[in-house]
């Protein structure tokens, strides 16, 4: 009989992730609290965009090899070889720690009903020190009691990229506490393992430090060059050939070393907040004092996007049309968490300009967020009577734009690339001014 596996909380992570395992072969119980999402979910629908997982997910539900339920009970009472646990920790309101709360309700929630031994893999992204405080919990609430075994396997993938990555990831990591729970989780991914994804087997705290780390290290990635950017207006310098030249240096490497408007989304602003506040609690917080530079560059990008379309504005918002392309965080997601696109949408629209957004894919989580914006079909229909065109999102869609075209609907040829993937040069050549963050002015 296929092992069976059960994961708890269906956002981005868990519906991925519970897809996945089902694309493995294993017999998989899919849980939430979220009753609607939950129904979506049964009928085979995604409640939200990633490439890919609406056919993975309906295959699979067809096939009855994934199921779906809101009740704990059932959860245990499924048989699962491992629980995952995959539901959020947003940053706490006014404060930069992580809220465990979703984590803890799962505990709470799920503890009292396990009567056979079992092991649980927490994958959600939580401070140093929580799974310890988790498994003690499990002690207390499960009738199992030891025979309840924890378990840290941080997720890495990528939104937009979280198929491939669950099924192809880079490297596992699975944080123990005994050989039980190892061998467990070997069994899980054997695979993946077999295919020849690395595996490291650390000690829990190990296991949470590697996620916070890991986001930590991309986005200093990023902020070093947004930096690099900041110096480069200054010095009348160009950051996409400094960027190209360091690329080279295989001890650079070229990837997330793209300047622009910075981070957001979900994960990183949020977890490099968390790693500092748990590093303070830990008596270390001169060791992350950095990211908190890191935080402050990748804000900085955002006024600086700000500054750069009113002066292509003459200097104010006022009476001015301005387009922003793109809403979400980052292309091929709907997610508008913590976006900077929207974020710049929503400060110019409070300067007093009329703002209109296109995102192929998150005008209606962008208007839930931010109704105030007014929201447009297509780029073309944004871009009608505008004074400047900010690009925020790099959705392929918008490279593929021709200039003249976009040229026919605009009030004035002004455009801002805050992603640095636009050809400039075609811009130019349509008689456009072409301004972008850290190069010098292009018309
Ligand atoms: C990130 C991590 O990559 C992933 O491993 C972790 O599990 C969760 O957080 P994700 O939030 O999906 O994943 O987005 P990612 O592709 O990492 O991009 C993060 C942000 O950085 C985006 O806003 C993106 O636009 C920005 N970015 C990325 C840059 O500004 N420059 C770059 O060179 C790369």
Known sequence: MAARISVIGTGYLGATH??????????????????????????????????GLDELLAKHVA???L???????????????????????????????????????VVDGLAPHLDQPTVIAGKSTVPAGTAVRLAERFLELAPAGAGVE????????????????????????????????????RDVYAPLIEAGTPLVVTDLATAELVKAAANAF?????????????????????????????????????????PGLGFGGGCLPKDIRAFMARAGELGVDQALAFLKEVDAINMRRRVRMVDLAREQCDGSFLGKRVAVWGAAFK???????DSPALNV????????????????????NAAKLFPTLAYADSALEAARGAHVILHLTEWQEFRELDPEEVGKVVSQRRIVDGRNA??????????????????PVVG
């Open 18 to 51: 519970a897809a996945c395992m089902a694309e493995l072969g294993y017999e998989v119980l899919g849980m939430d609290v979220d009753a609607e999402k939950i129904a979506a979910l049964t009928a085979g629908t995604v409640p939200f965009y990633e490439p």
């Open 63 to 65: 096939s009855g090899r």
């Open 67 to 105: 199921r779906f339920t809101t009740s704990y009970a059932e959860v245990a009472g499924f048989g699962a070889d491992v629980h995952f646990i995959c539901v959020n920790t947003p940053q706490r309101k006014g404060e930069y720690a992580a809220d465990l709360r979703y984590v803890e309700a």
């Open 150 to 185: 924890l378990a840290w396997n941080p997720e890495f993938l990528r939104e937009g990229y979280a198929v491939g990555d669950t099924l192809r990831p880079d490297r596992l990591v699975i944080g123990v506490a005994s050989e039980r729970a190892e061998a467990a989780l």
């Open 218 to 258: 991309l986005s200093t990635k990023i902020s070093f060059i947004n930096a690099m950017a900041e110096v480069c207006e200054a010095a009348g310098g160009d950051v996409m050939q400094l960027s190209e030249a360091l690329s080279y240096d295989a001890r650079i490497g070229g990837r997330f070393l793209v």
């Open 331 to 337: 292309p091929n997601s709907d997610d508008v968490r």
């Open 345 to 364: 949408a929503a400060s110019i629209l409070l300067q007093g300009a009329q703002v209109t957004v296109y995102d192929p894919k998150a005008n209606d």
């Open 422 to 439: 636009l050809r400039a040069q075609r811009w130019h050549e349509a008689r456009w001014t072409y301004r972008a963050l850290g190069r």
